[in-house]
């Protein structure tokens, strides 16, 4: 009777015990309590970059400039993946797209466009959470430039984001942003609003020598970009 007791008695303090201890957390506290309260299960994304900029290569026989206005539209999904997200493209657009390059050899003046097949191409390239902050990291790249004959060729450069891209140090994109941010940042909590919106513009500027068959040529870039993201929640 006794050493019955002594069991029962051990039974009921592991049962107070276990009683005592916190509930195992679900998959859901990944996310902030205010992001489980809008109970959303994915979520609409629009990303619209617009830019204006100019180039000039100086040096050779003849300089050329050049201007042009892009406005592209990246459409996808977000979807919650443990602590991160799924990435999910539906559509990419070029909105607007008008270069146009002049050159002023012998004194008459030459004007270049490219063909109306040759358009940027726009690419979301993930979406990163850190800690508290959601970020997209996207770039829009282009072709060759200038257009008309020249002994150097350079990437056109369009806006992109500013961080977690490779590149030398000193010579990425972000470091040649000389007024506002390129980082596309958004805290988690808007996640849990109905459909928020975030602007973020920047303008860029960058000058370089480029050496060939013994010249040196100066090239010029420069753009003002705004980008808007667009979440709707589902």
Do not use: N
Request: include cysteine.
């Amino acid at each position: 009777m006794e050493e019955s007791s002594r069991r029962l008695s051990g039974a009921l303090l592991w049962a107070l015990l276990f009683a005592c201890l916190p509930p195992e957390p679900s998959p859901a506290a990944a996310f902030p309590q205010d992001i489980q309260a809008g109970s959303s299960a994915w979520w609409e994304v629009r990303l619209v970059v617009t830019a204006e900029g100019e180039y000039s290569v100086k040096g050779g026989q003849t300089p050329v400039a050049g201007t042009y206005t892009c406005k592209a539209s990246w459409e996808g999904r977000l979807e919650p993946d443990g602590e991160d997200f799924l990435l999910i493209h539906i559509k990419t657009e070029i909105l607007e797209w008008r270069l146009r390059e002049t050159s002023r050899p012998a004194g008459r003046e030459s004007v270049l466009e490219p063909p109306a097949a040759a358009k940027p191409a726009f690419r979301m390239s993930y979406v990163l959470k850190d800690g508290r902050e959601v970020e997209f990291v996207f770039e829009i790249s282009a072709f060759q430039v200038p257009l008309h004959a020249s002994l150097v060729s350079v990437p056109l450069e369009l806006p992109r984001s500013s961080s977690r891209t490779a590149g030398l140090p000193g010579q990425g994109y972000g470091d040649f942003v000389c007024r506002g941010s390129s980082r596309l940042v958004i805290p988690e909590t808007d996640l849990a609003r109905r459909r928020p919106e975030r602007s973020f513009s920047w303008d860029w500027r960058r000058e370089r020598q480029v050496i060939k068959e013994g010249r040196v040529f100066s090239v010029s870039q420069a753009h003002t970009a705004k980008a808007v993201i667009t979440l709707a929640a589902h």
